[in-house]
């Protein structure tokens, strides 16, 4: 079935760039998604990116979609300790018919030291 | 702005109670969806709902139900609350397909049962 895969733990120290790798199986998928959890909180949206780009740029971030090798990646430049949470990345993937449901990564929690 | 809203951010149960997690949307979407975020399992997809009175299940359903009596309110119940279903449970809903797929969360309710 789909998958996705990001890795659980990243540690950077402030105003380093942060770097989140995720990995997906669902070659049709149409968008792919990063949403953003801070402690406590629901599930924020961060940006997405259409399948069939390969660079979406906004402010700090920058998301690259690597669609031959399945790979999708999150860069934060000048990681705040703001930036400390849980970052989640998701694929859409056909469900029924042409209704179609997102497939989670596990998260990755993003620590950003002082 | 989308706002979905969930009607308790905390709440506290009995083993074998009933329970009602509600959760409200304010920007006529489509689709409703009910996860539950468990540490290590990142978000489970329990029920969704496409239309009003259409339900799906979703990986988990096995313990709870579903109800879409209106558009912009979906409801998920325990018949029989069990101490394995304390867990975080997030609502999102979404516009439609393609773009107006991406899922917009509430704040989560906490659920604890006792």
């Known amino acids: 079935g789909e998958d996705v895969e990001q890795s659980l733990f990243l540690s950077v120290r402030e105003g380093d760039s942060s770097v989140i790798n995720c990995t997906y199986t669902?070659?049709?998928?149409?968008?792919l998604y990063w949403y953003k959890q801070e402690p406590g909180a629901g599930l924020q949206l961060l940006t997405y990116?259409?399948?069939n780009m390969d660079m979406k740029q906004d402010q700090r971030l920058t998301v690259l979609l690597n669609k031959k090798d399945k790979h999708l990646s999150l860069r934060i430049a000048d990681t705040q300790t703001g930036d400390s949470a849980i970052y989640f990345c998701?694929?859409?993937?056909?469900?029924?018919?042409?209704?179609?449901?997102?497939?989670w990564g596990l998260g990755t929690s993003l620590a950003v030291n002082p | 702005d989308v706002k979905v809203t969930q009607s308790s951010r905390y709440l506290v149960k009995r083993t074998g109670e009933k329970v009602f997690l509600e959760c409200v949307q304010d920007?006529?979407?489509?689709?409703m969806f009910w996860y539950r975020q468990d540490p290590g399992l990142g978000l489970r997809l329990i029920y969704f709902?496409?239309?009003?009175?259409?339900?799906e299940k979703g990986d988990i359903p096995e313990g709870y139900s579903v109800s879409r009596e209106k558009k912009e309110r979906f409801s998920l119940i325990l018949e029989s609350a069990s101490t394995n279903q304390t867990s975080m449970y997030l609502c999102?809903?979404?516009?439609?397909?393609?773009?107006?797929?991406?899922?917009?969360f509430g704040p989560g309710t906490r659920l604890l049962v006792l």
């Open positions: 999102a809903s979404s516009l439609g397909q393609d773009l107006l797929e991406t899922q917009y």
């Open positions: 920007m006529d979407h489509e689709n």
């Open positions: 709902s496409y239309d009003v009175k259409m339900k």
């Open positions: 669902d070659s049709s998928s149409t968008y």
């Open positions: 990116i259409f399948s």
């Open positions: 998701a694929e859409s993937s056909r469900h029924a018919g042409n209704n179609r449901k997102l497939i």
